[in-house]
């Protein structure tokens, strides 16, 4: 009965003007993409949705297909586009560069490494002051694990279950999701501890997360207390205990998980873990591919949310804005461990990537978009939060400034993840009408929307309003 229904896309939905005229589509015709798609682009780069969307040009928040179609984008390159697609300054910014120098290697000396290196790190606490340039977030996280074990000369490293840290076959020792794991040998050294989610997981309640909106789960802590936070930092005691040996090399964990869903620990849990693993001799390290550059809001980096300060932090995704550029930010005595042997980087730090991440720092100063993140993220989730509590599957809402998820589920009693294709066609629903949205979750049950930060209260307003238009067909669809 699901899968006959056709999407016939109507809404009272009203798409926020845009004066932005998008170029005429030149190229093949779509199906001579989708014949090049399958004979000469890898399987395994897959594509969202039923019809795979052409996609042609973007500006700021908007996308625009073959066919001119405009769509608002809330998944932003899976939280990449951090400023806006093509966003003119950083446009500029790079071709200006475009034309002076591309590529010398940092065997030379250059202006653009050395003036992005003194902007990146003063935007860090002391005594995070050195920064390693890379190309990608697993290369970045890479780098950490590497960086890591020369330093302390320990092994092990621990991350949490449902963890995405990157897809080399280093880094798939840390990711801990199925779907992303390969029948090969990996991981040696690499050990998973429970994932404390108030929602799902066996503790939770209703004031544990540092976000707008709770859980719905009651709580029976005191003023002061959070018997789920003591709960999950016995299972993380437990795992240093039985599962390591006495000294490790460090325990690696995302302020907020971005591909398990927005999952946020409660408060006070970072700061205990790594206290823990410093204890045993080990460095904490602090995935900031997603919660970088502003986007949590009420602060630049996420771990400032948890009030910790990292050994090694790892950036990529929003520090180029779509651009592949990545980085590992640490102390000089860490960072003085890879240079007792030769470690290079060909196009680390080259100078495009440079001129780019400078802009992109300007950009996010420039238009405000921290506060833009923290105040269009906070009415987006309290938005979401009245449809939480009007529809029996929409399990949680969660998140901080524009790092947002939706968990969906069959009820709220049993916080069962709601079934593929009925998500599916939720989400096939939103597209029709013109919002693109992210998929998460263990079970890919959670929606996740992370947009360009620089979208307004006006597209929350119609992303909502195309969210329960969905929500209320499938209703009308079960019934």
């Known amino acids: 009965r699901q899968q006959k229904w056709k999407s016939s896309v109507s809404t009272q939905a009203k798409m926020p003007p845009c004066d932005f005229v998008p170029e005429k589509y030149e190229s093949y015709p779509y199906e001579r993409m989708q014949k090049i798609r399958e004979q000469n682009i890898a399987p395994s780069l897959r594509t969202y949705y039923k019809k795979p969307l052409l996609l042609h040009q973007g500006h700021m928040q908007w996308l625009f297909d073959h066919e001119g179609r405009r769509y608002l984008d809330l998944f932003a390159g899976i939280v990449t586009v951090s400023v806006g697609h093509c966003h003119p300054k950083v446009t500029m910014a790079t071709q200006k560069q475009l034309a002076r120098l591309w590529h010398t290697t940092n065997i030379y000396m250059y202006p653009p490494i050395h003036e992005y290196a003194e902007k990146l790190t003063s935007l860090f606490p002391d005594p995070l002051k050195v920064v390693y340039l890379t190309n990608s977030g697993s290369e970045a996280n890479d780098l950490a694990m590497f960086m890591a074990r020369l330093h302390t000369r320990n092994f092990d490293i621990i991350s949490l279950r449902g963890g995405y840290h990157g897809g080399s076959p280093y880094t798939l020792g840390l990711t801990s999701l199925t779907p992303y794991k390969h029948g090969v040998a990996n991981g ?36 002061g207390a959070c018997l789920a936070k003591d709960q999950y930092i016995e299972q993380f005691k437990d795992t240093l205990n039985t599962s390591v040996p006495k000294t490790v090399a460090g325990f690696i964990a995302e302020p907020i998980q971005g591909v398990n869903g927005a999952i946020q620990y409660p408060r006070n849990f970072l700061k205990e873990a790594y206290q823990l693993i410093r204890e045993r001799g080990g460095l904490c390290i602090s995935d900031e591919v997603q919660t970088g550059f502003g986007r949590t809001g009420s602060h630049f980096w996420g771990f400032q949310t948890h009030g910790v300060v990292p050994d090694i932090v790892t950036l990529a995704k929003g520090i180029g ?26 196009f680390g730090g080259n100078p495009l990537a440079c001129v780019v991440g400078a802009a992109v720092l300007d950009a996010i100063e420039k238009d405000g978009l921290q506060k833009n993140s923290e105040d269009v993220g906070t009415y987006m989730l309290l938005e979401l939060a009245k449809l939480r509590d009007k529809f ?24 069962r993840p709601l079934p593929a294709e009925e998500i599916n066609q939720i989400w096939e629903d939103c597209k029709d009408m013109g919002v693109l949205i992210g998929r998460g979750g ?11 930060m620089c979208i307004t209260k006006r597209d929350v307003d119609f992303a909502v309003e195309v969210f329960h238009t969905a929500l209320q067909r499938h209703t009308e669809r079960a019934a």
């Open 188 to 223: 040696f050294g690499c050990t998973t501890t429970m994932l404390p989610d108030v929602f799902r997981g066996p503790w939770g309640g209703s004031h544990c997360r540092d976000s707008p909106v709770q859980t719905v789960r009651k709580c029976s802590c005191t003023e």
């Open 321 to 346: 804005n779509g651009f592949p550029m990545a980085a590992v930010v640490t102390t000089k005595e860490i960072a003085s461990s890879l240079a007792q042997n030769l470690h290079f980087n060909t």
């Open 392 to 415: 029996e599957i929409v399990g949680d809402v969660r998140g901080k400034g524009l790092m947002i998820g939706v968990e969906m589920v069959t009820d709220k009693d049993s916080r």
């Open 442 to 452: 263990l079970y890919s049950q959670t929606f996740r929307i992370k947009p360009p």
